[in-house]
Each structure stands twice: as C-alpha cells, then as structure tokens.
C-alpha cells in the first residue's frame, strides 16, 4: 500500500491550516506550564481538530479511511477525556473561585472545536462512503 503524497489544492490548504491550529494548541500547552488556568483541554480539543484536519487530507481516497479514522478517533477522543478529567480533579483541589471559573470557560470553549471535529470525520466517512464502487 502506497501512501498518497500530493494533495490537490484545496486539501493543501487545508492542511496548512490545520498544522497551523497543531501549533497554535502546541503553544497553549506549553504556555501552561507558566500559567495553571490556561485552557488545556481547549488546546487539546484544536491540537486534535489540527491532526485530524491533517489524517483526513492524507487519506482521502484511501482504502484504509475507515479504519484510519476510527482508530483516530478513539486516540483523541480518549486523550481528550483524561484533560477533561485531570481538569476536573485540579479544580476539586484548588477550591479557589477564579480558578474554577477559568477551567469551567475552558470545558465550555472547549466542546467547539469537538463539534467541529466530528462534523468533518462525519462528512469525510460520508464522502468516502459515497464513492465507494
């Protein structure tokens, strides 16, 4: 099995975007380490709509997109869960006001990119469905 390396246009760009959004969570997170109310399960959630937004312009038309995505899936929608929970458990330890506003505006901000995310392995299961002989 040969993996495909040209892209057309459209997914070129599209994967520039989406190593842009890996980059931009990358940074979040490294941020964070100086400052604890930074929103990691936010940046979790972008650094996984990148990396999806980059598996499906690798793949698309591949035999194997099926099983590529399903496997991507879980991978990020597990990690995804563990920021959620280790978000949770600090703010159970820091009972501190602020600190809980900020994670609880991080949970909530972080469910768009999720959304997004979904809606684009949906359409690309869809179209890969649909084009299937």
Known sequence: MQLPTRFIVHDSRRQISATALIGVGLLTLIVSAFWPSAPVVTAMA???????????????????LLTIVIL??????????????????????????????????????????????????YHALCQSRLSRP
Not at 46 to 64: E, H, M, P
């Open 46 to 64: 972008i650094i996984a709509l990148g990396a999806t937004g980059v598996t499906l312009a690798r793949f698309q038309g591949n035999a194997a």
């Open 72 to 121: 991507h899936s879980l991978t990020y929608a597990t990690l995804y869960a563990v920021f959620i929970g280790a978000t949770l458990n600090s703010t159970h330890q820091h009972s501190a006001s602020n600190f809980a506003i900020w994670n609880t505006l991080d949970l909530t901000l972080s469910v768009f990119p999720m959304v997004v995310l979904l809606r684009r392995i």
